[in-house]
């Protein structure tokens, strides 16, 4: 389980820094793409592969089973609505980023059985691992009440409750991830999964955060919500710390 974690944490650490250069880089029109949504699926393939190595160095093929998994309910999770609303299902393109994804991960797990050393820094990664995957979850949520509710047409009034929620989400999300692992991260690497948290909506909001409010500020939070979830993992660890000294304290003045 921790080297499952710690494999999807070292993807979602890369895939963070490289997502974030490549909409910067996007917004800067120095990568310019053809009609339609920029295509940044090859960063799959370093992401996962990473991901990949560092789950297969500590827990072997099972670890790997962990990613693939992860994988599988990331692109996947909203396939189901698809059918359920009658459309003919994903085109072409959707399996793009899968392709690219297992690619990687099939690459990065060839070559950790090549090597014999361990990777560092397992508990960041698990950190970070932790809170992908409940974001993981929020987006199946998501992808679940949007999906069974959504009947065509504008965008309903309650999607933005939903979008706050996303924002309180997070935000509890990050809480709970410092609480737990602060305590146990050097403040470089509480750092690394804070920033690794917030990198991408940061970009994202430095650009067109201005744009969003024509949506309600719901919607400008929702944008945010990485950002607001990196917030949370150093408020947490900061009150976990706190705890610590305290308790601490509390036992060296009983003598």
Known sequence: MRAALAGIGASSLVSAVLTAIAFELYFDQVLVFPPGPPRFEPIGFVSYGVGAFVAARLGGWRAVGGL???????????????????????????????????????FGAAFAFLRQAAPPLTTMFAAAGAYAIGRLVWGVIFDLVYGVTWTGGARPEWMNWLDLSGAIWSAGLGIAVGLWYGPRLTRLELATVAIGAALTSAVIVAHQGWMSWGDGPTFFLSMASGVIGGLGILVGATVARLRDQTSSLGFASSF
Not at 72 to 98: E, K, T, Y
Request: hydrophobic share 55%; no cysteine.
């Open 68 to 106: 693939l998994l992860f994988i599988a309910i990331g692109f996947g999770h909203s396939l189901p609505f698809w059918f359920v609303r009658g459309f003919n299902g994903p085109d072409a393109d959707f399996f793009v980023g899968p392709a690219w994804a297992l690619g990687g991960l099939t």
